[in-house]
């Protein structure tokens, strides 16, 4: 789970250092991070706590993952922008490159988490919830999704750029060809809820 986490904040850092527009939840957070003065880290987890009620009212389960992917996706993209670890892409042609590689490491992190079953992320269970209410597919969600997320940022005066459209064309199909190649079916996973991760914590430890 952590594992995953840490690939998906890796992947958004792959994204901003791009350099060729924000990622659309980036838009967004970047937009209210120079609105509010917070870091970008910081709007990330504010922003993930704000979906998390949402997702919560739409029925999906609350789980560790759900609270780890709210907390730890902002610590880890404030730690890799801090040590600056990813260098900046210099031309259009490695922005593009750098985005799309972006994608697809945020795409693997999502497999790796959501597959532990702990539960999905704030924004994952958005996308999750949305499949299962529509039953329209996953990387369409997805898209819709990360659409109306540009559009906010856009308004609040984050970054969009040829990289944001790419993004929202792109983040849903690179979802699902990940998930697809991996043979993993996101709503045949049954997430364990908090009162079931700390009943199996407090038998294995009794």
């Known amino acids: 789970m952590v594992f995953g986490l840490m690939l998906y904040a890796l992947g958004i850092v792959v994204t901003i250092k791009a350099n060729i527009g924000y990622a659309p939840w980036d838009v967004l957070h970047v937009g209210i991070a120079n609105t509010v003065g917070l870091s970008i880290g910081t709007i990330s987890i504010l922003v993930g706590f704000f979906i998390l009620i949402i997702v919560t009212l739409l029925g999906e389960k609350l789980g560790l993952g759900t609270i780890a992917n709210m907390l730890l996706i902002g610590l880890f993209i404030d730690i890799f922008l801090f040590i600056d670890v990813i260098p900046t892409g210099t031309n259009m042609l490695i922005g ?88 993993f079916n996101v709503t045949a996973v049954q997430h364990e809820s908090l009162r079931d991760t700390f009943r199996a914590f407090t038998s294995s430890s009794g």
């Open 96 to 183: 593009v490159l750098m985005l799309l590689a972006g994608l697809f490491i945020i795409s693997l992190g999502s497999f790796f988490y959501i597959r532990s079953a702990f539960g999905a992320g704030p924004r994952d269970s958005l996308m999750v919830a949305l499949t299962r209410k529509t039953k329209i597919p996953v990387g369409i969600c997805r898209g819709i999704i990360e659409f109306f997320a540009t559009l906010g940022g856009w308004f609040l005066g984050g970054m969009v750029g040829i990289g944001t459209i790419i993004s929202v064309i792109a983040i849903g199909f690179c979802i699902q060809i990940t998930f697809k190649l991996l043979k």
